[in-house]
């Protein structure tokens, strides 16, 4: 089992910046890949970013430029640090992992960019 704990979201104006972060209860360097999806209210839930052990990163066409994802092994975080925010990114932000053939979550956390 690996449990996933969110922190970091709130409100922020548009342009503005948050950093969310993600603390497993394991060594992350054992899990293959982690990432960070979001869902706003009525839409599906969306991959967003995702960073492999091997250090490669995927992010979707909308953050491309503006969101980084990383990770500190030592602490067992992985971050989303997410830049020149728009309202449009306005959802639940949820913390993903794959270890193997199991899919671990965290309980999100809520990130609001006011217009």
């Known amino acids: 089992q690996v449990q996933l704990v969110e922190s970091g979201g709130g409100l922020v104006q548009a342009g503005g910046s948050l950093r969310l972060s993600c603390a497993a209860s394991?060594?992350?360097?054992?899990?293959?890949?982690m990432g960070w999806y979001r869902q706003a209210p009525g839409k599906q839930r969306e991959s967003v970013a995702s960073?492999?052990?091997?250090?490669?990163?995927n992010y979707v066409d909308s953050v491309k430029g503006r969101f980084t994802i990383s990770r500190d092994n030592a602490k067992n975080t992985i971050y989303l640090q997410m830049n020149s925010l728009k309202p449009e990114d306005t959802a639940v932000y949820y913390c993903?992992?794959?270890?193997?053939?199991?899919?671990?979550w965290g309980q999100g956390t809520q990130v609001t960019v006011s217009s």
């Open positions: 960073l492999t052990s091997n250090g490669f990163t």
């Open positions: 993903n992992a794959a270890r193997g053939p199991a899919l671990y």
């Open positions: 394991t060594s992350i360097s054992s899990i293959h890949v």
